[in-house]
């Protein structure tokens, strides 16, 4: 059973590359990237409460005023991982800011596999797992240096922002991980997936309300929306897959390789999406640096999963 979850996490990751080109379209047609993502986190939180409908779990919802409070609020950690971006993107340059994000990844998950935190069983830190998240870390950088070249020195010499990244990293497989704790509690995953999403929704539109409250940004369009691909709405689709494989993927082969497959899946397809520039986004060479750094992810999540 193990097992089954490398490929379903490989692809799970690389539906986070559709959901970058998916979002970049609705932000664009709504010319705001709060609103785009509400939207796309309402899609995601209708979709997964439909199929929670028709597999029959939707019932389980009701044992949810009876779970510990915090194992419900996962779902905010996605408001902070967007708010993150769109605040380091402009600072860090969207390249490094990515490779900042697996490495806090990584190294939450790795804490959380280690001292076995939220209910995680404790695996201790082994060689097997302590090589393979450097594997996973050392290609994260190549991929960095390869994609950015040198405007990735400048970008590192801001340690606020750096700090920042990793921590919005971290927050994604705690994410998971409560949100493991939250389907122990319910019992149904796709019921699961739907609470996580509606937090975030709530959650992101709180964030737009309050940017359109205290800056002068203007207020999101809907004009552009009806003129978007079709595909632009798929972001709530690949984010439903992801929430949902990583949460059911950590209790299974821990949080180390479910994240560590997850970041070698997104990082294969964006070499493919930025090869043939789909989903309208520019095409940019990739690099033989890139590729290794690709390749050292990939042995990274193969020890890990060995281990």
Known sequence: METLFIPIALLAGGLLAVQAGANAQLAKATGSPFAATALQLSVGTSLLLLVALLTGTLSALAGLPGVVWWHAIGGTASAVYVVSTILLFPRLGAVVSVGLFIAGQMLASLGLDGFGLLGLPAAGFDAAAVVGTLLVLAGAAAIVLGQAGGAAAPALSKPGWILLALAAGA?????????????????????????????????????????????????????????????????????????????????????????????????????????????????????????????????????????
């Open 171 to 307: 927050v994604l497989p705690v994410q998971g991980a409560v949100n493991a704790l939250l389907r122990r509690d319910l019992g149904a995953p796709f019921a699961v997936g739907a609470v996580s999403f509606l937090v975030a929704t709530l959650a992101m539109a709180a964030v737009l309300l309050l940017v359109l409250a205290l800056t002068r940004q203007p207020r999101p369009k809907l004009g552009g929306v009806a003129a978007m691909p079709w595909w632009g709405w798929l972001g709530g689709f690949a984010g439903a897959a992801y929430v949902t494989t990583v949460f059911t993927a950590i209790p299974a082969i821990g949080a180390a390789a479910a994240v560590g497959l997850t970041v070698a899946g997104q990082q294969v397809a964006s070499v493919f999406v930025d090869r043939h520039g789909w989903f309208r986004l520019p095409r940019r060479p990739v690099s033989a640096l890139r590729l290794a750094g690709v390749l050292a992810l990939l042995a990274g999540v193969a020890v890990i999963k060995l281990a």
